[in-house]
């Protein structure tokens, strides 16, 4: 790539499902931690405790359960309803956390895309994921040292899509200019949301090619693959 003046200055990337391959290091942290404790594991129980997993974790973005509260829940209501006896919930979600720490897969191109961005614009990341697990990941993956700065929700008392998540990054970074900023990520209700509360441009990372039929969330952008961000982003030069 050429060394352009883009529109945006600014990137934030959501990490989890938009650099990381966080299905991987969850059904592998997962499968590890039932064999551990002699559970039964399968694609429908995995299937299972994500449904759980991501129903708390849409309620830790709304502020209505704690961290500590998602974190035993998720495995409570998952033994609960996969008939699992025998099993601390809190031991299985140490372990847990303790192995998803050692998946730091990255997404086809996340490399190549994050490589080729720095030293152009100002990069970040920006998630709601558990710090003693984020920073493990980030640090055993080759991202380790491509971003000018990182928020993690866990430190910071606020989560996406929080206002107050995004006004501490913006007093944290040296651009001010809302306009020249743009937050990418999979999630409509965390990033999609959230960059509509913090009034930045949003970029939805959508695979699947998803309907967006179940939330307010306004996109600016909607791209399939993370590729298709350098064309986004050559549009908008001089823009």
Known sequence: ??????RYTTLLFDADG?????????????????????????EALFDLYQEKNMALWELYEEGKVTKS???????????EEAGITGVSPAEANQSYISLLGEGAYLLPG????INSLQGKVSLYLVTNGLKRTQYRRLERSPLAHSFDGVFISDEMGYQKPQKGYFDY?????PEKDRA???????????????????GIDTCWL????????TTDAVCTYEIARLEELYGLLSEQLAK
């Open 1 to 6: 790539m050429s060394n352009p003046t883009y």
């Open 18 to 42: 938009t650099l990381f391959d966080y299905r991987r290091a969850s059904w592998e942290a997962m499968k590890r931690t039932m064999d551990r404790f002699s559970a039964p594991f399968s």
């Open 69 to 79: 509260e998602l974190e035993l829940r998720r495995f409570s209501q998952f033994f």
């Open 110 to 113: 996340a490399k190549e895309l």
């Open 169 to 173: 990054v913006f007093s944290h970074i």
């Open 180 to 198: 020249r900023m743009l937050i990418i990520g999979d999630s409509l209700t965390s990033d999609i949301r959230g960059g509509n509360n913090a």
């Open 206 to 213: 959508n695979p699947k090619g998803a309907a967006n039929t």
